[in-house]
């Protein structure tokens, strides 16, 4: 993105150590998605025979950021980021030698160290072709990406610095005073070059374990997820393959209740980019609850090829259609569809 420089220089006093400069800048994105998919349900959405099975939506970005340099080296700074279509978070960092501590609604650990390595969720036309608002609402527990983890707004980071290409995430988020699902998770990325083949493996998981209500005696939660994967850069090409798993246990903490699962999740993905305008992409998923979970046995796949053009630059064009099936194990049904998606984006 390009930055647009709103002020240059601030000298403060703070506690003896002053800062020689700070910079704020914004950046935007904006994009704009058509949706048109069909599956073998009489109205895509499950609410009456004259669904419209087309969408379009609108989603625009903001970001006002800013950092300082202190005479000592270290570095502060923080952001307000602002998403019309989801919403607005603050953040906060402190960077040294040591490292980075972060403050506020971001990536978690988990979540920072997966996200880049699921084919899916790093899609052309993103990880949200496919969602229960443009289908039938997929079984709980069933997933259409290996990523772990979210973001939280009462939550801190530690990110280590990268030595001999590893680097170390950890992070914890409190749910705030009304539930007791504070969250925990954790990151390991490593990333190295082998003679001209850039190679990137990762390893995340995420904890909650809250106890029950100590008078009803109810809504306990525990949830594990875990996820691995690697990406190969190599020339124009790179592939994409990880692979997850969670189990959830709510209620009374065994599996026979409403919102336990047990879950296993997988996507591989191939990007190919023929020119510096055009990129190809071919994916491929697929999640399905195990056996002792409630609903065991259900499962989503689905593959997706997509091309993205870039006519100049800070703007795409992107087109995607992903097929999928989805299979009801104790209905003994299956539903199969597409969706094919357009959009068009820019940055500034």
């Not at 000592?72 to 998403?83: A, K, Q, W």
């Not at 091309?307 to 795409?316: L, N, Q, R």
């Amino acid at each position: 993105m390009r930055k647009v420089l709103l002020a240059t220089t601030a000298l403060v006093a703070l506690g003896g150590v002053s800062a020689a400069s700070a910079d704020v800048s914004l950046s935007a994105s904006a994009s704009w998605t058509y949706d048109s998919w069909s599956d073998d349900t009489a109205a895509a959405t499950a609410s009456n025979a004259t669904t419209n099975n087309t969408a379009a939506t609108m989603d625009s970005d903001f970001t006002i950021s800013g950092s300082t340099t202190a005479d000592s080296g270290m570095t502060f700074g923080g952001s307000i980021h602002v998403d019309d279509a989801a919403d607005d978070d603050a953040r906060m960092h402190i960077s040294d030698d040591w490292g980075q501590i972060s403050f506020g609604e971001h990536n978690d650990a988990a979540k920072a160290s997966s996200a880049g390595q699921s084919a899916l969720d790093a899609a052309i036309s993103g990880g949200s072709s496919i969602s229960s608002t443009t289908t039938p609402a997929l079984t709980t527990g069933l997933a259409t990406s290996t990523v772990v983890g979210g973001e939280a707004k009462g939550q801190i980071m530690y990110t280590s610095p990268t030595v001999n290409g590893l680097t170390l995430r950890v992070s914890q988020a409190d749910a705030g005073s009304a539930t007791k699902a504070d969250a925990t998770a954790l990151g390991v990325t490593y990333a190295v070059d082998l003679d001209g083949v850039g190679l990137t493996a990762h390893y995340a998981t995420y904890d909650v374990d809250a106890p029950a209500d100590a008078t009803t005696g109810v809504g306990s939660l525990e949830k594990d997820a875990n996820s691995f994967g690697v990406k190969v850069v190599y020339g124009d090409f790179t592939l994409r393959a990880a692979s997850s798993s969670t189990d959830v246990k709510e209620g009374d903490g065994t599996m026979g209740v409403t919102g336990s699962y047990e879950s296993e999740t997988s996507d591989y993905g191939v990007t190919y980019a023929m020119s510096d305008t055009i990129t190809l992409e071919a994916v491929t998923s697929s999640s399905e609850l195990s056996t002792g979970s409630q609903n065991g046995g259900d499962s989503y796949e689905a593959a997706q090829v997509g091309v993205k053009y870039v006519p100049a630059t800070g703007m795409y064009i992107s087109l995607s259609n992903r097929t999928y099936e989805m299979k009801d194990s104790s209905a003994g049904t299956t539903n199969d569809g597409a969706n094919t998606r357009l959009k068009v984006g820019v940055t500034f």
